[in-house]
């Protein structure tokens, strides 16, 4: 295998979303080696051609906000596709490494789609937090639906908000910030002594 490919595991290029598995057009680039905006343009194109029934089943196109460093961003158009809709994106990728590439995607599906074949829940979903650098995806990882993501500052205005938690949940964390408060007053009190 070469060094691309080493760098991709399955859980990287597949992903679920409800009852079905896809990818983007992102990730799609990404593995490829291709620029994105070269990939969005083939995708424009070949589905110019396509029935729309087929375009509607097989891609969503989105909108994403791209971190560009100091503090710009800028809006990007991506596509999420299911594995008919990789396939037909991928046809007319050609060449002894593209054959490699698209075995390895279409392993990564069949993977991805026996592991949600696999569930209990039949309509349990799984949501995905990226790591962009530069344009491009450098991580990603799940996100269980008890979880979220947000910054420091926004999380006192999220726990204000009605319902955001439940009782319990925020017992519990009245009562942890309680005890690293205690811990931070006694090692300010300990640093006072000691001057």
């Not at 509607?56 to 596709?81: H, P, W």
């Not at 962009?132 to 999380?155: A, C, M, N, R, Y």
Request: glycine share 4%; proline share 3%; with cysteine.
């Amino acid at each position: 295998m070469s060094a691309l490919t080493n760098q991709n595991h399955p859980a990287q290029l597949v992903f679920i979303n409800g009852k079905q598995t896809i990818t983007n057009s992102q990730v799609v680039a990404n593995y490829f080696g291709k620029r994105h905006a070269d990939v969005l343009r083939k995708l424009d194109y070949i589905m110019q051609d396509a029935p729309r029934q087929f375009v509607s089943t097989n891609f969503c196109v989105n909108t994403i906000n791209v971190e560009l460093g100091a503090d710009r961003s800028r809006q990007s158009k991506i596509y999420e596709m299911t594995k008919d809709g990789f396939m037909f994106l991928v046809m007319g990728f050609t060449g002894a490494k593209a054959a490699e590439l698209k075995i390895n995607f279409i392993n990564a599906f069949n993977e991805t789609q026996k592991r949600l074949s696999r569930t209990q829940h039949p309509f349990e979903h799984q949501r995905m937090m990226f790591t962009w650098e530069g344009g491009k995806i450098v991580s990603s990882q799940p996100i269980h639906d008890d979880q979220f993501v947000t910054s420091s500052d926004k999380l006192v205005q999220y726990m204000r908000e009605p319902r955001f938690l439940s009782l319990e949940q925020l017992l519990e964390i009245s009562e942890a910030a309680n005890q690293q408060i205690a811990t931070l007053a006694r090692l300010a009190d300990k640093q006072a002594r000691l001057r």
